[in-house]
């Protein structure tokens, strides 16, 4: 990303403008003609709400938006606008843009902002020829008296940071195995001034985590547990938040072998919870909030290669937990019960895990929001929901109900890595609450982590969803203290 926002008191007048107004409200005219007004009352008049001018010199935007409007869906309209104005740019080889709005809200202007600068995003590392492919914006300038210079430059590292974990996900495993995503998470967040501790094989086999060692058998590559730790002297914390990215750079549904089509084809991303878990410490850690937050991250590949694990296997967690292998297929919960066990050494204010985890949750609500469940507080959860509302990555709550733990009884161990048929979803949850011995939340990403077609700002391929949602919500815990 290579954009210069920047606040201005003046529009420049060889910039494109953006006027962000509100619905039967009077607005500044003065850089339209006669014509131009008459033509943008008609557009109005009948109910448009994205009107432009072609000034033949530059470009002219009106956004009208119905303030009565839920406010989160309200800035969402904004963003989707913002990448409506980006696409326009880009498709006339213009670069530069000054956006104000007619009531001066900030909250609004940061929204819009923010969709024009997602949506700049691609990624081009593959293409022999990307010139021509390359978002064109170089210069916003923002219009408006009351905002403040921090949360431009808010948007502009989480927006940095976010672009790096898109890179992450939308990368290929035949250049990204775990050893190699250990080693760009620490360079992200060490950069950002992170401490991070990056395991090795030995170490692993010497903490007995036995789920990551039984995914990583099928591998000709070693595994890697990394953690993540950002503890400023100013945290309003002794104890931290943890959170657990999944990271299984490929998944082949291991011995548990996925149909290609459709399934399969997009298993690079099924590391996505690991590079959003990375990509919250460095946003958070880029901005210095004074929270004590700490990332823990599984890695292996799952492959059917070598002595992979089996269907009918016993394995046995870092607590002592025997878990009978019914699929390999279910290599997540399996990798991320060893992290939550790990997660016990720092007795966690709260731990949430970030996992493509289940079809079940995708299938259940589709790419519209993630699913959730978990035992901690409903204050917590609420405020969850709230930031997720805020920066429009949605949260679904899903029951934990006792009656799920009798679909993950074994017949020959503790307990089996699938409960069947039914609420997948639940029961993959439910598997790893039973290694969770503090207040905990588990995110299930799956629907939302990578979409398939061009879904607005938030592009085509990895999504980073969660990213910006977790990040809210320790910036509130932050200001409530």
Same mark, same amino acid.
């Given at each position: 990303? *290579?954009?210069?926002?920047?606040?201005?008191?003046?529009?420049?007048?060889?910039?494109?403008?953006?006027?962000?107004?509100?619905?039967?409200?009077? #607005?500044? %005219?003065?850089?339209?003609?006669?014509?131009?007004?008459?033509?943008?009352?008609?557009?109005?008049?009948?109910?448009?709400? #994205?009107?432009?001018?072609?000034?033949?010199?530059?470009?002219?935007?009106?956004? &009208?938006?119905?303030?009565?409007?839920?406010?989160?869906?309200? +800035?969402?309209? $904004?963003?989707?606008?913002?990448?409506?104005?980006?696409?326009? +740019?880009?498709?006339?080889?213009?670069?530069?843009?000054?956006?104000?709005?007619?009531?001066?809200?900030?909250?609004?202007?940061?929204?819009?902002?923010?969709?024009?600068?997602?949506?700049?995003?691609?990624?081009?590392? $593959?293409?022999?020829?990307?010139?021509?492919?390359?978002?064109?914006?170089?210069?916003?300038?923002?219009?408006?008296?009351?905002?403040?210079?921090?949360?431009?430059?808010?948007?502009?590292?989480?927006?940095?940071?976010l672009f790096k974990v898109k890179d992450l996900i939308n990368e290929p495993v035949s250049s990204l195995n775990a050893e190699e995503l250990a080693l760009q998470l620490k360079e992200m967040c060490e950069k950002e001034g992170c401490s991070v501790e990056i395991m090795r094989k030995s170490k692993i086999e010497s903490l007995r985590m036995g789920g990551l060692l039984a995914v990583n058998k099928g591998s000709v590559d070693p595994p890697t547990f990394t953690v993540i730790e950002w503890k400023p002297k100013d945290a309003i914390n002794s104890k931290p938040y943890v959170l657990v990215g999944k990271g299984i750079v490929y998944d082949s549904g291991g011995l548990? +072998?996925?149909?290609?089509?459709?399934?399969?084809?997009?298993?690079?991303?099924?590391?996505?919870?690991?590079?959003?878990?990375?990509?919250?410490?460095?946003?958070?850690?880029? *901005?210095?909030?004074?929270?004590?937050?700490?990332?823990?991250?599984?890695?292996?590949?799952?492959?059917?290669?070598?002595?992979?694990?089996?269907?009918?296997?016993?394995?046995?967690?870092?607590?002592?937990?025997? %878990?009978?292998?019914?699929?390999?297929?279910?290599?997540?919960?399996?990798?991320?019960?060893?992290?939550? %066990?790990?997660?016990?050494?720092?007795?966690?204010?709260?731990?949430?895990?970030?996992?493509?985890?289940?079809?079940?949750?995708?299938?259940?609500?589709?790419?519209?929001?993630?699913?959730?469940?978990?035992?901690?507080?409903?204050?917590?959860?609420?405020?969850?929901?709230?930031?997720?509302?805020?920066?429009?990555?949605?949260?679904?709550?899903?029951?934990? =109900?006792?009656?799920?733990?009798?679909?993950?009884?074994?017949?020959?161990?503790?307990?089996?890595? %699938?409960?069947?048929?039914?609420?997948?979803?639940?029961?993959?949850?439910? #598997?790893?609450?039973?290694?969770?011995?503090?207040? =905990? &939340?588990?995110?299930?990403?799956?629907?939302?982590?990578?979409?398939?077609?061009?879904?607005?700002?938030?592009?085509?391929?990895?999504?980073?969803?969660?990213?910006? +949602?977790?990040?809210?919500?320790?910036?509130?815990?932050?200001?409530?203290?």
């Amino acid at each position: 990303m *290579n954009i210069d926002i920047r606040k201005s008191e003046n529009i420049n007048p060889t910039y494109n403008i953006a006027i962000l107004a509100i619905k039967d409200s009077a #607005f500044d %005219v003065s850089f339209l003609s006669d014509k131009e007004y008459e033509y943008a009352k008609y557009r109005i008049d009948k109910g448009d709400t #994205f009107i432009t001018i072609n000034q033949l010199n530059k470009l002219v935007f009106i956004i &009208i938006n119905d303030p009565s409007k839920d406010k989160s869906n309200l +800035l969402e309209e $904004y963003r989707k606008a913002g990448n409506k104005v980006q696409s326009v +740019l880009n498709d006339n080889d213009l670069d530069s843009i000054s956006i104000f709005h007619s009531n001066n809200d900030t909250e609004a202007i940061i929204a819009f902002t923010e969709g024009i600068v997602l949506s700049t995003y691609r990624f081009l590392k $593959y293409y022999t020829n990307s010139e021509d492919k390359k978002s064109l914006i170089k210069n916003i300038e923002l219009i408006c008296s009351g905002l403040s210079q921090q949360s431009i430059d808010e948007l502009i590292k989480i927006s940095k940071i976010l672009f790096k974990v898109k890179d992450l996900i939308n990368e290929p495993v035949s250049s990204l195995n775990a050893e190699e995503l250990a080693l760009q998470l620490k360079e992200m967040c060490e950069k950002e001034g992170c401490s991070v501790e990056i395991m090795r094989k030995s170490k692993i086999e010497s903490l007995r985590m036995g789920g990551l060692l039984a995914v990583n058998k099928g591998s000709v590559d070693p595994p890697t547990f990394t953690v993540i730790e950002w503890k400023p002297k100013d945290a309003i914390n002794s104890k931290p938040y943890v959170l657990v990215g999944k990271g299984i750079v490929y998944d082949s549904g291991g011995l548990s +072998l996925k149909p290609t089509l459709d399934s399969m084809d997009y298993m690079k991303s099924d590391m996505s919870g690991a590079a959003i878990v990375g990509g919250v410490l460095a946003a958070v850690a880029s *901005n210095k909030l004074p929270i004590y937050v700490v990332g823990l991250i599984p890695a292996t590949d799952n492959r059917p290669g070598g002595n992979a694990y089996a269907p009918g296997d016993v394995v046995t967690i870092m607590d002592g937990t025997t %878990v009978e292998v019914l699929n390999s297929d279910a290599e997540g919960r399996m990798i991320l019960a060893d992290a939550l %066990v790990y997660a016990q050494k720092y007795d966690p204010i709260l731990t949430i895990d970030v996992a493509t985890l289940t079809g079940s949750a995708s299938m259940a609500i589709g790419p519209y929001a993630l699913v959730a469940m978990g035992n901690a507080q409903d204050e917590i959860k609420k405020l969850i929901v709230e930031c997720g509302n805020q920066v429009f990555e949605r949260v679904v709550e899903f029951p934990l =109900w006792d009656d799920y733990a009798e679909l993950l009884k074994s017949d020959i161990a503790d307990i089996k890595n %699938v409960g069947g048929k039914y609420a997948g979803a639940i029961t993959g949850g439910k #598997f790893l609450e039973h290694f969770t011995k503090y207040p =905990w &939340i588990h995110f299930d990403i799956a629907g939302v982590a990578y979409s398939k077609k061009n879904d607005n700002y938030r592009g085509k391929g990895g999504t980073g969803f969660g990213l910006r +949602l977790l990040y809210n919500f320790l910036k509130k815990i932050t200001a409530q203290k």
